[in-house]
């Protein structure tokens, strides 16, 4: 008796939380499809194939859903961009890494460019914008740092915290193009960067001018 009572409590909340899933999926869908300014709930509901009036019973708002889609897509990237940063190789192999992902993550790229538009009017959503870019910079500041020794950097006029910012913006200004479908420029001011990294890398294996040669090659292999 006690072992059917509990089956009957505990499906509720696996249907639930089935649910709930289902209309994550569907609005993360609809996010890259048509923009979250044209998602309704009765399309959210239809795509999701579930009964509209558990969008606002489940989540209180649309926009709620929108930011758990978005942190949800988050917290799966950031597997893989701690895993890439805290693993081996140099700041080199890592960059070129991290800029392979710019076309394969256009889902995502979109889903954030949407609650960043979304959070310019409707300043209660700022926090959680701001929450999401700091999660992504938290991910590279170990591999900068170690970038900047390495590369012997760190006597210039920008401090560890002011490169991953850099690294940042750059990579938004990118990626909000793109979505614009603008790509003037970029392959060649890539390509650019690499040459630069490459040169720093180079110059580290040799000890010249890093910290990288033989005597530094610890802080290379660890956070570079």
Not at 46 to 65: I, K, P, R, T
Request: hydrophobic share 40%.
């Amino acid at each position: 008796m006690a072992r059917a009572t509990a089956a009957r409590a505990v499906a509720p909340a696996d249907g639930r939380r089935e649910t709930e899933q289902r209309f994550l999926d569907a609005a993360e869908r609809l996010l890259v499809s048509v923009g979250y300014a044209a998602i309704t709930t009765r399309r959210l509901a239809d795509e999701a194939g579930a009964n509209a009036g558990l969008v606002h019973y489940y989540f209180g708002s649309m926009e709620e859903v929108f930011f758990q889609v978005l942190e949800r897509f988050t917290d799966r990237l950031m597997e893989r961009q701690r895993a890439l940063y805290q693993g081996p190789g140099t700041y080199l192999d890592k960059w070129r890494a991290a800029m392979s992902y710019l076309e394969p993550d256009r889902r995502y790229q979109k889903i954030w460019w949407e609650l960043q538009a979304m959070a310019w009017n409707r300043p209660e959503y700022r926090p959680r914008v701001a929450r999401v870019l700091e999660a992504w910079k938290e991910a590279m500041r170990g591999a900068v740092a170690g970038a900047l020794e390495r590369y012997d950097l760190t006597g210039g006029p920008l401090s560890a915290d002011d490169w991953v910012t850099l690294i940042c913006t750059f990579n938004e200004g990118m990626i909000l193009e793109r979505l614009a479908g603008i790509t003037r420029g970029h392959d060649a001011l890539l390509a650019a960067i690499d040459r630069w990294l490459e040169s720093k890398e180079r110059a580290a294996e040799r000890g010249e001018g890093g910290r990288g040669g033989k005597s530094g090659r610890r802080g290379g292999r660890a956070r570079a």
